[in-house]
T-cell receptor, first 114, second 113 residues
Framework: EAAVTQSPRNKVAVTGGKVTLSCNQT?????MYWYRQDTGHGLRLIHY???????EKGDIPDGYKASRPSQENFSLILELATPSQTSVYFC?????????????FGAGTRLSVL | GEKVEQHESTLSVREGDSAVINCTYT??????FPWYKQEAGKSLHFVID?????DRKQSQRLIVLLDKKAKRFSLHITATQPEDSAIYFC????????????FGAGTKLTIKP
């Protein structure tokens, strides 16, 4: 079973503070993703990565940075957190191309920015 | 970029009846359409997918239909059971891999006894 682990699971941050959400996968997948889930919007893609050292902008990248220092790890960074970034964040990993396109999701991180 | 619209935000059906969730997409280059399920308080997991080279795919009680001309696809759950209650997300991506998968807003399906 593919494994994607997110930390922390819950986070309360102050406006203007820096927040780092971490994601680790043991699937040896090339691709990793950060999504946020909000009622009425579903899942929206923030950043994604093809492999170590690469990061790509998704559909809503403003206010977020990403870092992929290794195949296993993909971080989402909020340099100056704002209340509008209060959300549930999901990390996912997936294989690149081929016949297997399934995404494997972590358990999610609930972030509250006060 | 691609936009995926999920037409039903909520859906309620009686146990044993069929449920249908409809989605449309905008990018004609999209060719891979997965569905994910999120049970209450949990993460998402894959349930079924369809590629653009077919117009129908079935896995046990799940059927996915694809109408490329209308840029529309749908998930049919037959003989619904209480454990089918969840939020279902449709998604779309292009055929060179899953580098970017765009999700719909989700449909909350409730199975009534």
């Amino acid at each position: 079973e593919a494994a994607v682990t997110q930390s922390p699971r819950n986070k309360v941050a102050v406006t203007g503070g820096k927040v780092t959400l971490s994601c680790n996968q043991t699937n040896n997948h090339n691709n990793m993703y950060w999504y946020r889930q909000d009622t009425g919007h579903g899942l929206r893609l923030i950043h994604y990565s093809y492999g170590a050292g690469s990061t790509e902008k998704g559909d809503i990248p403003d206010g977020y940075k990403a870092s992929r220092p290794s195949q296993e790890n993909f971080s989402l960074i909020l340099e100056l957190a704002t209340p509008s970034q209060t959300s549930v964040y999901f990390c996912a990993s997936g294989e690149r191309g081929g016949s297997q396109n399934t995404l494997y999701f972590g358990a999610g991180t609930r972030l509250s920015v006060l | 970029g691609e936009k995926v619209e999920q037409h039903e935000s909520t859906l309620s059906v009686r146990e044993g009846d069929s449920a249908v969730i409809n989605c449309t997409y905008t990018d004609t280059a999209s060719s891979y359409f997965p569905w994910y399920k999120q049970e209450a308080g949990k993460s998402l997991h894959f349930v079924i997918d369809i590629r653009s080279n077919v117009d129908r795919k079935q896995s046990q009680r799940l059927i996915v239909l694809l109408d490329k001309k209308a840029k529309r696809f749908s998930l049919h759950i037959t003989a619904t059971q209480p454990e089918d209650s969840a939020i279902y997300f449709c998604a779309a991506s292009k055929n060179y891999g899953n580098e970017k998968i765009t999700f719909g807003a989700g449909t909350k399906l409730t199975i009534k006894p």
